[in-house]
């Protein structure tokens, strides 16, 4: 029952990406009638990059959930949707057929349109990984609203900015969060937000610690009371292809984090193409993607991708290390996973502890291998391919972005040569292509280079919410008709791809995007700084740590205190992930006459390269520079 779309070999991929390439909209139609709509579309692609304005399956209608659960109900009703593997190892895993999260899905869809929620509205998730997450998901997608998932580690300031952004009027959350050995008060966070966000009328709780927390007479709600009575029969909203399916916040140069918008049809048809094929699917797989739903890769491949295809997808509740560092390889062996998709900077974590842990277990039902977010280095992959994979299993090195909605660089199961630390070739109907600073295309082999793509493809992202200045600027400005990635990339001889990293002000922590601006407002808002600059130096197990200059008020002892201080304020700004790793303290920061700060400089010393500067004779004190190198924290 493998669908149509599904590649079976390097030649037919050959033929497939050429086929494309040549024609599109016919290569496109033809996968997207693989799929159950309401209406067909009345033009497969109408775009221009320089609004930009692209539209794919125009015309044409359907609902996503009625593609991810009622499609499968009558061949697959009683196969699992879903495993959901706790935190506790010894806590029960929740097994969901298609059948039963078809009803859930149904009378969480139900509850939301009884609190008033309606076609076109937004509805914050601010979760653990519950089965409610994906559940909740689907629901919102059921009845035509947007959703917009916060990872539930952004703090109460980053959350409450991210609703009102997107005006959400109501909230889904949990009493806590069970994290290894820790639980976060989630509950607490939402309500710190809510003080600040006059949009939001309802908020559900899930509760998943069985704690108490306080309820808002009126607005706050049980989940799990609400539902019971909710009746299990739900209609699908009927959207056209181009209504929004979810935002999804992601941070980019400047200092406010943007909703990326993807749109239901296109989006649809790319999550579904990308799962099978990269990951070769085969009908009684286990899959499991290690992501967390709060970012694009649990959207696009824990919930829509897999669930389009029919597949029983894995969603794990806890942390790589809890009760110890074989978790991962103990649910591998427990649920007999085939596919297993996670980021290098786990798979660093997880190295650093020995082999012991992943020796003990058997992994023998894993044939594919995958990992995401952020360049792998060599040890890591061999570590990976070794003791995992056996050495058997081949490693899908997927490049993609929150923006792009699904994977665009990457092999397909065992059908593309391996290399490692390169992500390989486009899939089908992808075109990348490198470029230099002034936007001349490279076209050898043998290069290095801006990374763009040149046609637009089922899912990419439409707009950014509320502002498509802004993700005309961002995406479309840099280069003439083409979709700008800030990332760098080399291609070998034989035409495949190596990402190098962000070209622009975004570092990469732990597979996390970071905007330097954004860390940066984070730390200035401490009342003791002046002025800061941030910038990523590598980082063993992180991929990049996050480096801060900083400049504090006179008479403030630049010590440990204020240094914890300054950590404190980014936490409570942004959240942990944006924990600067080291601080230094000075008394200038390097600009041009112009006032720009001269990063490059910064990212050197930081890096532990100051030997070799460059020309520093633009900037308006040189002074500065011996004293930052002098200061320097290794
Ligand atoms: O720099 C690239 C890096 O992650 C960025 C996208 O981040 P985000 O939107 O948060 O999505 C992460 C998950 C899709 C990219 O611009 N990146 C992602 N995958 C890879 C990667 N860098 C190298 N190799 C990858 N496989």
């Known amino acids: 029952m493998q669908p149509k779309y599904q590649i079976q070999s390097f030649e037919e991929y050959q033929e497939k990406y050429k086929l494309a390439q040549e024609n599109p909209e016919g290569f496109w139609a033809e996968v997207a009638e693989e799929f159950q709509w309401r209406k067909k579309w009345d033009s497969v692609c109408q775009w221009e990059f320089k609004t930009p304005d692209v539209k794919w399956f125009d015309g044409a209608k ?49 509850l939301l349109k009884k609190f008033g929620v309606k076609k076109g509205d937004r509805v914050c998730l601010y979760m653990p990984m519950v089965p409610e997450l994906a559940i909740a998901v689907l629901a919102i997608a059921r009845i035509g609203a947007i959703h917009s998932v916060v990872f539930a580690g952004f703090s109460a ?3 409450a900015d991210r609703i009102n952004d997107a005006q959400c009027n109501m909230v889904i959350t949990s009493d806590g969060i069970n994290r290894g050995n820790k639980q976060i008060p989630a509950k607490r966070v939402v309500d710190e937000a809510l003080k600040t966000c006059p949009s939001v009328k ?5 509760d998943c610690c069985g704690w108490t927390p306080h309820m808002e007479e009126g607005r706050d709600y049980w989940l799990d ?4 009575t909710m009746s299990r029969v739900c209609q699908a909203e009927v959207m056209d292809a181009e209504d929004l399916l979810f935002i999804l916040y992601t941070s980019g140069s400047t200092g406010k984090p943007k909703g990326v918008v993807h749109t239901c049809g296109g989006y649809m048809v790319y999550a579904a193409y990308s799962f099978s094929n990269v990951f070769q699917y085969q009908e009684s797989d286990v899959y499991w993607c290690t992501a967390d739903i709060g970012w694009i890769t649990g959207h696009s491949y824990i919930v829509y991708g897999p669930l389009l295809n029919g597949a029983t997808t894995v969603m794990f509740e806890g942390v790589p290390t809890f009760p110890d560092p074989g978790r991962f390889w103990q649910v591998c062996d427990k649920h007999g996973v085939n596919q297993f998709y996670t980021a290098p900077t786990a798979i660093r974590a997880l190295m650093a502890c020995g082999e012991d842990h992943v020796l003990s277990y058997s992994l023998d039902s894993i044939k594919v ?14 570590w990976y391919h070794i003791h995992v994979g056996k050495e058997k299993c081949p490693i899908v090195d997927t490049w993609w972005q929150t923006e792009t909605g699904g994977i665009m660089i990457s092999g397909l199961g065992n059908h593309s040569p391996l290399n490692p630390t390169h992500a390989g070739y486009p899939l089908p109907g992808i075109q990348p292509i490198l470029v230099d600073e002034k936007g001349n295309e490279i076209t050898e082999n043998e290069v290095e280079g801006l990374l763009c793509i040149k046609h637009p493809w089922p899912s990419m992202l439409r707009s950014t919410y509320g502002d498509h200045e802004r993700c005309r600027i961002t995406y479309f400005s840099h280069f003439e008709n083409m979709y700008f990635t800030g990332d760098g990339a080399k ?49 063993d197990i992180k991929g990049q ?3 801060a200059y900083v400049i504090t008020e006179e008479g403030c002892p630049n010590n440990e205190n204020t240094r914890a201080e300054i950590v404190e304020t980014v936490v409570h700004e942004i959240g942990k992930i944006a924990k600067p790793e080291k601080i230094q303290f000075v008394s200038g920061l390097p600009k041009t006459r112009s006032g720009k700060i001269m990063r490059r400089i910064l990212r050197k010393v930081a890096e532990g390269t100051a030997d070799n500067l460059g020309d520093t004779s633009t900037l308006l004190d040189p002074d500065v520079v011996e004293e930052i190198k002098n200061g320097y924290i290794g």
């Open 369 to 382: 291998l995958g990992t995401v977010g952020e360049p792998i280095n060599e040890e890591a992959w061999r």
């Open 62 to 110: 359907l609902n996503i959930t009625e593609n991810c659960l009622d499609r499968h109900l009558a061949t697959r009703g009683n196969k699992l949707a879903i495993i959901w593997e706790p935190n506790d190892p010894r806590d029960r895993a929740i097994r969901l057929t298609y059948r039963e999260l078809h009803e859930k899905v149904c009378q969480m869809a139900n």
């Open 545 to 547: 740590g996050i480096y």
């Open 225 to 228: 009371e609400e539902i019971e």
């Open 491 to 539: 291609r070998d001889k034989n035409g495949m791809y190596r990402i190098i990293g962000r070209v622009d002000d975004v570092i990469n922590v732990s597979g996390h995007r970071m905007g330097t601006a954004e860390v940066e407002n984070a730390i200035n808002s401490n009342p003791h700084v002046v002025e800061s600059a941030v910038v990523g130096y590598p980082h």
């Open 202 to 206: 309802t908020v559900l709780v899930k």
């Open 157 to 159: 300031h980053a959350l």
